[in-house]
């Protein structure tokens, strides 16, 4: 097997998480990591199993290091800058979501990877969760028949804390609806198999974080929103997005409905259910559990090939498996740079839409063309 030599780009707690993944997938090697911040270097070295490169500065790595492989998880705002660098190596890389804050950074990099041999992968790892994963294919192969509507609902505890807690500002973040959510709205775009028409939004920060101060900064990033995604087909799309709301017994649930069915995905009680809509009234289920006269079969999915489950329900293992042979086989990335872009400009339209009041086109956020 070929051996993939990483170099880890950002040591913080997603860093971190990098790369008990990466330890998990064999033929790997990290051989490299550069975070300017002390304690986060240490805690990335207190993971690794043995010596490795260490740099403050990331140019240094990219100049001094040995690397097939690069994984960047620095703050959202800096992806730009350290993409510019790490886009002139001829390394595979994984850029951590959301590709940039800005609508210019992102197009800007999507111009300077044109050409460039070795691949660029946005991670969007809430796709390869178990039951979104066979939600997904399920809804690919028809199980629903054509969609018209997809929804999905994530009410949750507020952010955590981050190194020098850069992610408490909108300048920083990009806002929580890129930050957060571009997750979300590149799963509309992948199950609808189209790009967003137009968006509107309402929300704000009615909670969370307002009696903060940081260096007498008050946040500014809103804790709530409801987001309608229209696709050219007339199929929509709705975010429920609440970060007050601890007390969910499954913090995220994403539905798909087509002319012939629906799917729901509950986590983390990794639950899939399924239900046609002639089975409606009936006992006849598909699967192995019924919700009588509802026609609804109930699974609990789980991918036994997950060796570590990590913070995202071992999305972000499949996620580094799935990198890692794309690397071995020449294959393309399955999330692309303009996948990353448009995911962000659905994000950055929902809070253009929230700031004005009214429906935002997608051809007032992106060039012409896309």
């Given at each position: 097997?070929?051996?993939?030599?990483?170099?880890?780009?950002?040591?913080?707690?997603?860093?971190?998480?990098?790369?008990?993944?990466?330890?998990?997938?064999?033929?790997?090697?990290?051989?490299?990591?550069?975070?300017?911040?002390?304690?986060?270097?240490?805690?990335?070295?207190?993971?690794?199993?043995?010596?490795?490169?260490?740099?403050e500065d990331y140019r240094d790595l990219l100049a001094g290091a040995a690397f097939d492989a690069l994984v960047i998880s620095t703050p959202n705002h800096t992806h730009i800058t350290v993409l510019r660098d790490a886009l002139q190596s001829d390394a595979h890389i994984l850029i951590e979501k959301p590709l940039c804050t800005r609508i210019e950074d992102c197009l800007e990099l999507v111009q300077r990877a044109q050409g460039r041999r070795a691949?660029?992968?946005?991670?969007?790892?809430?796709?390869?969760?178990?039951?979104?994963?066979?939600?997904?294919?399920?809804?690919?192969?028809?199980?629903?028949?054509?969609?018209?509507?997809?929804?999905?609902?994530e009410h949750r505890e507020p952010f955590y804390p981050k190194v020098d807690d850069w992610n408490r500002f909108s300048a920083n973040t990009g806002g929580t609806l890129v930050e957060k959510c571009c997750h979300y709205f590149n799963l509309m775009d992948l199950v609808l198999g189209e790009r967003p028409l137009s968006v509107f939004a309402s929300g704000g920060q009615r909670v969370n974080h307002?009696?903060?101060?940081?260096?007498?900064?008050?946040?500014?990033?809103?804790?709530?929103?409801?987001?309608?995604?229209?696709?050219?087909?007339?199929?929509?799309?709705?975010?429920?997005?609440?970060?007050?709301?601890?007390?969910?017994?499954?913090?995220?649930?994403?539905?798909?409905?087509?002319?012939?069915?629906?799917?729901?995905?509950?986590?983390?009680?990794?639950?899939?259910?399924?239900?046609?809509?002639?089975?409606?009234?009936?006992?006849?289920?598909?699967?192995?559990?019924?919700?009588?006269?509802?026609?609804?079969?109930?699974?609990?999915?789980w991918d036994t090939s997950i060796k570590y489950m990590g913070n995202h329900f071992g999305a972000s293992y499949v996620e580094h498996f799935k990198f890692a042979h794309a690397i071995r086989q020449g294959l393309p990335p399955e999330v692309t740079l303009e996948d990353g872009l448009r995911a962000v400009a659905t994000g950055i339209a929902a809070h253009r839409s929230i700031d004005t009041h009214g429906v935002v086109a997608m051809s007032d956020v992106l060039p012409a063309g896309w």
């Open positions: 097997m070929q051996k993939i030599r990483y170099g880890l780009i950002g040591c913080g707690s997603m860093g971190c998480e990098h790369i008990e993944n990466i330890k998990a997938i064999d033929g790997t090697e990290i051989t490299a990591i550069a975070d300017p911040n002390t304690a986060s270097r240490a805690a990335a070295q207190a993971l690794l199993p043995g010596p490795v490169k260490v740099f691949m660029v992968w946005v991670a969007q790892e809430y796709r390869y969760m178990p039951p979104v994963a066979e939600m997904l294919r399920m809804a690919r192969e028809g199980a629903v028949g054509r969609i018209h509507q997809v929804a999905i609902r307002l009696n903060e101060s940081y260096g007498g900064r008050t946040p500014d990033i809103l804790d709530s929103a409801y987001v309608v995604v229209e696709y050219p087909s007339g199929a929509r799309a709705m975010l429920d997005l609440c970060m007050f709301a601890e007390n969910s017994v499954d913090n995220e649930q994403i539905v798909i409905v087509g002319d012939e069915g629906k799917l729901e995905s509950l986590l983390p009680s990794l639950t899939l259910r399924y239900g046609r809509r002639e089975d409606w009234g009936t006992r006849k289920v598909w699967g192995q559990s019924a919700s009588s006269g509802k026609g609804v079969s109930v699974r609990r999915i």
